[in-house]
């Protein structure tokens, strides 16, 4: 992940984009793993699969109300910065081969090893043929059949989306391109209105029934439009495509980390209180790009943050292996380790924080045992040029 920033002042004429070859941004890195650690409290907080481990109601309601937005904040988060990122560090010359190779070898080997983990332990005795066999290969979310879409490893849906992601990327990146920089503000625009849009169509065009299983206010095929559906999460990857490229033309604003991080929040709080379409992904969007160019704006001024010290970095590495992996170690542990029974709530704090530490270290010995020797033995040919 590189690039150079550019300056933000008005300029009269079109300004000329540096590439992204001198500068690093580690603490985007860091900032992975606060996502899917936001990723872990959704999960552990449902009650209706169940997974929260708290016996007293209020506890586990108020827990469940807290981080019901954070899941999909997270997977948005990660969207995003799929686009910006790979719009950052693009290369001229990469060969299209080459870029689709590097980005199956990121996610493949990693999600084969949980898919085959998840069939042993639980999966294997109520997943159908027809519902396993896609999530094997990452196709599940293109699916409407609730059994398919949320079948064997619930996080492995996203993977769906971020191989539609990589497979257009070559394609995008051409047409991102040649948007004038002057514009760039009002096709971001754009893609948060056509956010919106797909969920009107949810709201208004999609049958009402039948109802969801989980107990949300939509009918199986609305849920599964409205937020598994892969073409219509490619609207937050081309957001942070437009914004990394807004950022090189020197187009985007100055907002400073805390005030970003306020934002957050605050759209945090909306999203609470909006309606509950709304509220997957459309009101964070905007404030999570914000976010992400805050945080890269500092690593191109070189400045130090927490997100880019030694732990935080290692954090950031390793939270693929930990975003694959902790649904596993949750429902492993619930179904099979405490059969479903719930505790007190300090008790519930620890179970939690076991099935945390586990994550991580499953996490990490994905890193260094699947996704690293993969990368290293599968990611490139000898034609390729070596990465910084």
């Known amino acids: ?23 690093r941004l580690p603490s985007l890195t860091g900032l992975r793993f606060l996502a899917a650690a936001l990723v872990f409290a959704f999960h552990s907080s449902l009650t209706n699969f169940p997974l929260s481990p708290f016996a007293d109601e209020d506890v586990a309601g108020g827990y ?22 790979l719009t950052w560090s693009a290369r001229e010359g990469d060969r299209v081969t080459s870029f689709w190779r590097r980005r199956l070898m990121k996610i493949y080997p990693n999600h084969v090893v949980v898919w085959a983990l998840a069939m042993v332990l ?25 059994d398919t879409y949320i079948s064997v490893n619930l996080p492995s849906w996203s993977l769906c989306s971020e191989l539609l992601f990589y497979l257009l990327f070559p394609f995008l990146l051409k047409l991102v391109r040649r948007i004038p920089a002057r514009h760039l503000w009002a096709w971001a625009g754009a893609t948060v209105a056509a956010m919106i849009g797909v969920q009107l169509v ?9 109802q969801t299983p989980e107990g949300y206010p939509l009918s199986v095929v609305q849920w599964w439009f409205a937020y598994n559906f892969p073409p ?44 509950w379409l709304y509220g997957l992904y459309v009101v964070t969007a905007v404030p999570l790009a914000l976010l992400i160019v805050s945080v890269a704006r500092i690593d191109v001024a070189g400045r ?28 492993a542990v619930r179904t099979m380790i405490m059969d479903e029974g719930r505790v007190g709530t300090l008790a519930g704090i620890g179970v939690l924080a076991a099935m945390f ?22 990611g490139r040919t000898r034609r390729d040029p070596v990465r910084g």
Not at 124 to 146: D, G, K
Request: proline letters at 6%.
């Open 1 to 23: 992940m590189n690039a150079l920033a550019t300056d933000t002042r008005p300029q009269a004429a079109e300004p000329r984009e540096r590439t992204s070859e001198a500068a």
């Open 64 to 85: 469940e109300w807290l981080f019901s937005k954070a899941g999909w904040m997270g997977v948005s988060f990660f969207f995003i910065l799929s686009g910006f990122v």
């Open 122 to 146: 639980f999966a294997a005795a109520f997943t159908a043929p027809s519902a396993w066999l896609p999530n094997l290969f990452l196709v599940h979310s293109w699916f409407p059949q609730h």
């Open 202 to 210: 949810v709201r208004f065009l999609l049958p009402s029934a039948p």
């Open 232 to 275: 219509v999460r490619l609207f937050e990857f081309a957001l942070g495509m437009i914004t990394a490229r807004a950022v090189l033309a020197g187009r985007w604003i100055r907002l400073p980390l805390g005030a970003a991080v306020a934002l957050l929040a605050l759209s945090y709080a909306a999203a609470l209180a909006a309606p």
């Open 304 to 331: 130090r943050t927490v997100l880019r010290s030694r732990w935080a970095i290692w954090l950031g590495e390793i939270s693929f292996g930990f975003y694959v992996i902790h649904y596993v170690v949750m429902y």
């Open 357 to 378: 530490a586990v994550s991580v270290l499953g996490g990490w010995l994905l890193y260094v045992g699947v996704e690293r020797p993969a990368m290293r033995r599968w």
